[in-house]
């Protein structure tokens, strides 16, 4: 392959993450764990609770306090690099748990976070996105259903001008027509170019927008499917989830 073809592969991936390992005190949770999330793609971990996905996403943002292996975003390694340097990068981080603050409003939730990078959607943006938020602008962050508080924590990081998005479980706990409208969203927000990393339990919901698949079992990822070549692998996915 020329020098030219290898920088143009290279150019197009947003996050290279190779032979990463990380600990929670003495426990080894994360056994060297490689994949790649190309500009533009949706990409999926999947696997059974406990299998270290939600691990590796906090390991990329610099979550975790040991750690080794690679991590480059948009080209630049990141692993001597503190979370807040990372999301300079243009990343976007929406946990499990959503992190949004009980005692602040919606509009307080929302103006929280600086701005990473001049191009984050705009309140009149985000309220085309997300019309539920507008009409709570004024409630306070634990007065919010869990679907209105994933809205929130999305626009949030869409606001601050963040282009890839790690977004974990964006789906537990929510019914199904919430699920709808964030399946929704993501599309939209893949339309316009945005690269995600998701962590989904939900492979009918992971399936509806991704381009890739990575399994990760005991904090390894040890197989991937391409979108299409997930239909064919139904029977090996469900026997990796356990359903």
């Known amino acids: 392959m020329s020098a030219l073809a290898t920088t143009t592969i ?3 991936k947003v996050l290279h993450v190779c032979d990463l390992n990380a600990w929670y005190g003495e426990s080894h ?3 060297g764990v490689d994949f790649n999330v190309s500009r533009g793609e949706v990409v999926t971990l999947l696997g059974r609770n406990g299998a270290g996905k939600s691990t590796t996403l906090k390991a990329i943002v610099g979550l975790l306090r040991t750690r080794k292996g690679s991590v480059l975003i948009e080209g630049t390694e990141t692993m001597n690099l503190p979370s807040r340097r990372v999301a300079g990068l243009g990343i976007g981080y929406v946990p499990e748990d959503r992190g949004i603050y009980a005692t602040l409003t ?3 939730n929302l103006m929280l976070p600086p701005q990473v990078r001049p191009d984050g959607f705009s309140l009149e943006q985000i309220f085309n996105l997300f019309p539920n938020l507008k009409a709570r602008l004024t409630s306070y962050g634990d007065r919010l259903s869990g ?3 994933q ?3 999305m626009a949030r990081v869409l606001r601050t001008g963040a282009k890839f998005l790690l977004l974990d479980e964006p789906t537990e706990g929510l019914a199904p027509v919430i699920v709808e409208q964030i399946g929704n969203m993501l599309q939209q927000l893949k339309r316009q170019g945005y690269s995600m990393l998701l962590v989904e339990q939900n492979f009918e919901f992971a399936q509806s927008l991704a381009d890739r698949h990575y399994i990760v079992d005991q904090g390894r ?3 991937a499917f391409t979108a299409a070549s997930a239909d064919r692998e139904q029977a090996k996915i469900r026997r ?3 359903v």
């Open 10 to 12: 290279q150019d197009s």
């Open 29 to 31: 949770v994360l056994h």
């Open 106 to 108: 919606v509009q307080e």
């Open 147 to 149: 679907g209105e508080q």
């Open 151 to 153: 809205m929130l924590a």
């Open 221 to 223: 990822v040890v197989d």
């Open 240 to 242: 990796y989830l356990g």
